[in-house]
């Protein structure tokens, strides 16, 4: 049976049990509102004997003109969701519970932040890792999973880990599309029916590129001006960017060689939404 708790001296105690036993553990950290995207890294952490998801909205990542007042939030649901998946322990803290109200100590990086959604969401992934930081000190996991959607995420928090001396394996997972193509989000559920339809083009215009890479293209500004085109071709898609950057480093390129991450952040309407694939070329 899962179990959900809200303290983190709950985590602490349930997990340390586990561990006198002898047990792996993988931690799932996520905003909640879960998916099959979710549900596939919950999947993964199959390979550990108990897996902790993480649901919870967290305040300091977001900006002020951001969404974290109407992102979507049903724990019910999520809980479903998590046991359908094999997770073992849900933790959903409120935000008191992480951050004191005299709370003032933040983990910040340079280089791979200074990019992509870290140059557009400043403090962005501040937040993000000052959030992941403490989820890894509560759940002590021996594996930690992060989808491919959030490319630069992943590899920030992967840089975050070796920096600090996390002794955390960090489990990079694929992108879970919807039928149409689509990646599957959270934020989906903002799209009025026109916009559905429109976001298809994110990852049409992505596909294009990925293609002409396949066909022999070097030049990373040839293959984005196409995919820039593709985008705009769509009257309900606004680009916040579109860019190749080293899929580790997170800085920009020029030829297309080594591990390359073509990503972009669209906005369809109101909704911000972001896409993304790797190419190696050696
Ligand atoms: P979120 O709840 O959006 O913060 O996401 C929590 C984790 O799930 C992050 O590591 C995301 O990269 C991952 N994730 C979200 N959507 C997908 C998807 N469509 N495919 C794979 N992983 C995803």
Redesign the pocket.
Known sequence: MIQLVKTVEEVREIVSQWRKQGLKVGL???????????Q??IKRSGENDKTVVS?FV?PIQFGPNEDFASYPRDIERDIKKCEEAGADLVFAPEASEMYAGDFSTYVDMTGPTDELCGLRRPGHFRGVCTVVSKLFNIVLPDRA???????Q??AV?RRMARDLSFGIEIVG?????EEDGL?????NTYLSSDERSAATIISKALSMGEKLIENGEINAETVLKAITEKIESEPLARIDYVKAVDADSIEPIQTISGRVLFAAAVYIGKTRLIDNFIVERN
Do not use: W
């Open positions: 799932v950290p996520t905003m909640g509102y879960l998916h099959e995207g979710h596939s890294l649901v967290n999973y992060f989808g491919q959607k959030d490319a995420q992943l928090i997972c694929p992108i879970i599309r990646a599957k989000s959270s934020r």
